[in-house]
């Protein structure tokens, strides 16, 4: 089996790409795969480093304004038509998949018209807007949330699938006494605001470890991002109590997020993917800096199933973090029922549900 997959720019777009090329050679181990990517996005690291071919063509997002950037994205855009055709060409895919980013466009278009069988993998409730002109085109659209359906009207064919998620994560499911390691007694809150870090939310924690350390009944890990974590621990300082760990990043995520009681976090589809698969309650704080409010959408829908409590950024501050986590921790009852409620949202056989769509596209 030959397969081509594009995505691209941020982690949410890579990592689920890569999580389908693993279920694929974990099925088919003689499996090629090559993903294509442009030259500015994480996937030149991430790619490679899982040990994928990438190729990268030229193609910039279209801004949402006049602007003169839009008369070389137009230029780049037909330059790339022919860098994707050549790629397909020379590679013979028997499928391509799209995983979100604009670097997706001219991907599965140019694959559509060459009438290669076409997927697209859409994380967020409310889809990319690459996605969406995408929807009309491929086979097959794949979807995180079902609430995704309305935003895709003229999709040729939607299936729920979920997100796939990272192994590491399915077996920390399996094994939660052993995320533990038997010496946890207080509550554990986990907090990061991702890889590089959430600067509102860093203030807002650094005041409440200021303000309220002391008095918090509770462990807390704090991940301020690698490029905040020197900024934060010199503001901290020496008032950091025992029981607050304070990191640039948190690189066993799977084994913590087993031993957490409660996250505080962003609304991104693969963290609230990895959050319901593990059955953890959130306080969840959607970034307002992202393309069409989406993390809003994907928060707003764990709210509504009852999994999560949603602190707009413009409301947080460290006093309202403090006692929305303390009266969490303190309400036993309610925070059974939002692990119960974020548990009854995980799917954990995602990669399985798009293999089988794979193959059933590549038979007919």
């Not at 939660?176 to 007694?185: E, N, P, Q, R």
């Not at 950091?240 to 009681?261: F, H, L, R």
């Amino acid at each position: 089996m030959k397969v081509i997959i594009a995505g691209g720019g941020t982690a949410g777009h890579i990592n689920p790409g890569l999580a389908i090329a693993n279920e694929i050679k974990a099925r088919k181990p003689d499996s090629e795969i090559i993903f294509i990517g442009t030259k500015k996005g994480l996937e030149t690291n991430l790619v490679p480093r899982e040990g994928y071919k990438l190729e990268l063509i030229k193609v910039m997002g279209f801004r949402r304004k006049i602007s003169f950037d839009n008369i070389k994205a137009i230029m780049e855009l037909m330059q790339s038509f022919n860098q994707v055709r050549k790629i397909i060409k020379e590679f013979k895919p028997d499928i391509v998949i799209g995983t979100g980013g604009y670097v997706c466009g001219p991907v599965l278009l140019v694959a559509s018209l060459m009438k290669i069988p076409t997927l697209i993998h859409e994380q967020n409730v409310f889809p990319g807007l690459t996605n969406r002109i995408l929807s009309r085109f491929v086979d097959i659209v794949a979807v995180n949330f079902k609430e995704t359906e309305k935003y895709l009207k003229h999709a040729k064919r939607i299936v729920h699938t979920g997100n796939p998620i990272r192994k590491e994560f399915l077996n920390s499911i399996k094994d939660k006494s052993a995320a533990t390691d038997g010496k946890k007694t207080r509550p554990l809150v986990v907090i990061f605001g991702g890889s590089r870090g959430a600067e509102n939310i860093n203030k807002s924690v650094a005041e409440l470890i200021l303000n309220y350390g002391n008095q918090c009944k509770f462990d807390i890990i704090f991940a301020t991002g690698t490029a905040h974590y020197e900024e934060i621990t010199k503001r901290l300082g020496n008032k950091i109590p025992e029981n607050i760990q304070v990191v640039p990043y948190i690189y066993n995520m799977a084994k913590i997020m087993a031993s957490a009681d409660l996250a505080v976090c962003r609304a991104g589809a693969i963290t609230l993917s990895e959050l319901t698969v593990m059955g953890v309650p959130s306080i969840l704080i959607p970034s307002p800096y992202v393309a069409d409010n989406h993390q809003e959408y994907n928060a707003r829908t764990l709210e509504k199933k009852g999994a999560c409590v949603v602190i707009l950024e413009k409301d947080l501050n460290g006093k309202i973090l403090y006692e929305q986590i303390r009266d969490l921790l303190t309400n036993r009852a309610q925070l059974n029922k939002m692990k119960a409620n974020a548990k009854r949202m995980g799917i954990i056989n995602a990669g399985e549900k798009i293999w089988e769509l794979i193959l059933e596209r590549i038979r007919i």
